[in-house]
């Protein structure tokens, strides 16, 4: 229904930044947010940050200040601008976007992840 195409990891020095773009295609009317999830090796899936079609946003306590989630609605496409990287920002990141086929029914579609490597 959604698919969601990512680009933009790499690697950096700590202190960089690094810009990572979703751009989402498929039944994108319904789409009611769309967000950033990581995962590092050892440690449980984190939400990063995601934004409603409302424009609300959150963020982890972890990125808060140095990362911003932003959405271009003409190209459906979310972006995760990344400064102030450290290394424990090393993960694999994931676009995800919420979708709602009916009330109250809620479905998930993600990306294939991207690579962020933060050398020290």
């Known amino acids: 229904q959604v698919q969601l195409v990512e680009s933009g990891g790499g690697l950096v020095q700590a202190g960089g930044s690094l810009r990572l773009s979703c751009a989402a295609s498929?039944?994108?009317?319904?789409?009611?947010?769309m967000g950033w999830y990581r995962q590092a090796p050892g440690k449980q899936r984190e939400l990063v940050a995601a934004i409603t079609n409302g424009g609300s946003r959150n963020y982890a306590d972890s990125v808060k200040g140095r990362f911003t989630i932003s959405r271009d609605n003409a190209k459906n496409t979310v972006y995760l601008q990344m400064n102030s990287l450290k290394p424990e920002d090393t993960a694999v990141y994931s676009c995800?976007?919420?979708?709602?086929?009916?009330?109250?029914?809620?479905?998930?579609?993600w990306g294939q992840g991207t690579q962020v490597t933060v050398s020290s």
């Open positions: 498929g039944s994108i009317f319904s789409t009611i947010a």
């Open positions: 995800y976007a919420r979708t709602v086929r009916v009330v109250g029914q809620l479905i998930d579609y």
